[in-house]
């Protein structure tokens, strides 16, 4: 039990709450679940052009120091990240944990990101400095979230 807890406990940065949350509990995998929820695409504009200018590690460095906050941020809110798209992330607000006000938490949270991005976001490289910007998008609506995938892997989105 002490095993399984800790191999949990280092899979933890990579499974939504609600799911690790569920598998220490010890009721298994998460149901289907129809639901309403706000969904965000956040996509950090100019970064793929950068990238192309910087070493790889360089590059994941620099998007890894950028979505620290955005995931802090994120969770404050009472949200979840679904995934992250190479410099873009969708985070779910009211699935698998809901609040009447979701839609609102997601706005919110959408505001301080552009923030958060404005000042993380000045990228030095040689001596010219580039601001990166984020795009977001935000929508409200019916979805089903659950597992997708096959017996030997899957992904609760």
């Known amino acids: 039990q002490i095993e399984q ?14 799911v690790t949350s569920r598998i220490l509990e010890g009721k298994g995998s998460l149901p289907s679940e129809r639901s309403e929820a706000t969904i965000i695409f956040i996509d950090i504009r100019g970064f793929t052009k950068l ?33 992250f798209l190479g410099d873009g992330l969708i985070a779910i607000f009211g699935t698998p944990f809901s609040h009447e006000d979701d839609p609102e938490r997601a706005a919110r949270a959408s505001l301080e990101i552009m ?6 976001g000045k990228i030095k490289i040689g001596k010219e400095v580039q601001s990166l910007k984020a795009r977001i998008g935000i929508n409200t609506g019916l979805c089903v979230s659950g597992e997708i995938g096959s017996d030997s892997r899957k992904e609760f989105t």
């Open 5 to 18: 807890n800790n191999i949990l406990e280092l899979f933890k940065p990579y499974v939504p709450k609600a």
């Open 51 to 83: 990238a192309d200018q910087l070493d790889p590690e360089k590059a994941t460095e620099i998007i890894n120091n950028i979505f620290e906050p955005i995931v802090g941020i994120i969770d404050k809110y009472g949200g979840s990240i679904n995934k």
């Open 115 to 120: 923030k958060s991005i404005e000042e993380n």
